[in-house]
C-alpha cells in the first residue's frame, strides 16, 4: 500500500489535470485554481524539509568536524540571520530600508556578482575547449559565437569599420544569428523537450514510471 496509494493519487490527479484543458465547464475548470494552491502549499512544506535538512546535514557535519566544517557554520548563522530578521520585520520585511533588504542588497547581490564573476572563467574555459575547430560542425560553431561576441560590444563594429566594412554590419550579424540561426535552435530543443514532458508525464500517469517513489 505504501506504493499503491501513492500511484493511484498521482493516477487521478494527472488525469483530471489534464481534463481541465479539454473540458471548460464546472468543476473541470476550477481545476487548475484548486491545484495550483495545493502545488503552492505543498511547495512551501517542501522549502521547510529542504532547510531543516540542511541544517541537520550541516550540523552533523560540524559535530563530528569533517572537512570543511567552517563553511557548515556560516551556513547555518547566516540562515538563522535571515530567517530571525525576515521574521522580525513581519510582512513589510522587503520594503526598501528594512534589514532584510540592506542583507540582500549589500550582502546576496555582491555576493551573488562575485560567483558569476568567477563562473566567468570556468564558461571561458569551457568555450576554449567547445569551439576547438575539430570539424565542420565545431567551426561554424567557431565562427558563430566570435561574429555574436564581437557584435554584442561596440568594439566589434570599430573594426568592422577599420577593416573596411559598412557601419553596424557586424552588429547586424550577431543580431541575425541570434534572432534566426539561435531561435530555430532553440525551439527544436524546446519542441523535444515538451515530447519528453508529455512521455514522461503519461508514463507517471499510467504508474510505468515509478522512480519518483524511490527504493523498496
Request: glycine fraction near 8%; proline fraction near 4%.
Amino acid at each position: 500500500m505504501r506504493r499503491e496509494i501513492p500511484l493511484l493519487i498521482t493516477a487521478i490527479v494527472g488525469i483530471f489535470f489534464v481534463l481541465q484543458y479539454f473540458i471548460p465547464h464546472p468543476p473541470f475548470n476550477r481545476l487548475n485554481g484548486w491545484f495550483s494552491d495545493w502545488f503552492s502549499i505543498i511547495g512551501a512544506c517542501a522549502i521547510w524539509l529542504g532547510a531543516l535538512n540542511l541544517i541537520r546535514i550541516s550540523a552533523d557535519k560540524i559535530y563530528r568536524q569533517r572537512s570543511d566544517w567552517g563553511f557548515s557554520v556560516v551556513i547555518i548563522l547566516s540562515f538563522l540571520l535571515i530567517v530571525v530578521i525576515g521574521f522580525t520585520e513581519g510582512r513589510d520585511f522587503r520594503n526598501p530600508g528594512s534589514g532584510f533588504d540592506w542583507l540582500y542588497n549589500f550582502i546576496y547581490t555582491p555576493l551573488s556578482a562575485t560567483m558569476f564573476a568567477l563562473l566567468a572563467f570556468f564558461v571561458a574555459s569551457a568555450s576554449y575547449r567547445a569551439f576547438r575547430a575539430r570539424n565542420l560542425e565545431a567551426s561554424l560553431l567557431l565562427v558563430a559565437a566570435f561574429l555574436v561576441m564581437l557584435g554584442r560590444v561596440p568594439v566589434g563594429d570599430a573594426i568592422g569599420v577599420s577593416l573596411g566594412l559598412p557601419e553596424t554590419n557586424i552588429s547586424k550579424v550577431a543580431v541575425w544569428i541570434m534572432n534566426t540561426i539561435n531561435t530555430a535552435g532553440q525551439r527544436a530543443i524546446l519542441i523535444g523537450i515538451a515530447l519528453g514532458v508529455v512521455s514522461t508525464s503519461l508514463r507517471i500517469i499510467l504508474g510505468i514510471e515509478r522512480s519518483y517513489l524511490g527504493s523498496e
